[in-house]
Nanobody
Framework: QVQLVESGGGLAQAGGSLRISCVASGSIFSINNMGWYRQAPGKQRELVAAMTSGGTPTYVDSVKGRFTISRDNAKNTVYLQMNSLKPEDTAVYYC??????????????WGQGTQVTVSA
């Protein structure tokens, strides 16, 4: 059993900042990529940012220069600092971890999602 628990998020004004966090726990042997996806109403889920275990980040073009992803591998935690927020950033943000369990299964684990709402 693997759990991803997100925290943070909420409501912000345009131009403001929010930080969301995600902790992975359970039967984990190792974690490769950790990252964040988002899904706005009526739209497909999209990758926002991800980071390898070695610390290499990837961002979708629309958030480059505004969002920063970071990881604490010792704590199995990933963060997303979101600055200069825009109304179009409004979505449910999902944490994702590509990991190997202690039984050596490779799985994609997901959090339950956290709402981020940006008002104009």
């Amino acid at each position: 059993q693997v759990q991803l628990v997100e925290s943070g998020g909420g409501l912000a004004q345009a131009g403001g900042s929010l930080r969301i966090s995600c902790v992975a726990s359970g039967s984990i042997f190792s974690i490769n990529n950790m990252g964040w996806y988002r899904q706005a109403p009526g739209k497909q889920r999209e990758l926002v940012a991800a980071m390898t275990s070695g610390g290499t980040p990837t961002y979708v073009d629309s958030v480059k220069g505004r969002f920063t992803i970071s990881r604490d591998n010792a704590k199995n935690t990933v963060y997303l600092q979101m600055n200069s927020l825009k109304p179009e950033d409004t979505a449910v943000y999902y944490c994702n971890a590509r990991l190997t369990t202690r039984n050596l299964y490779r799985i994609d684990a997901w959090g339950q999602g956290t709402q981020v709402t940006v008002s104009a």
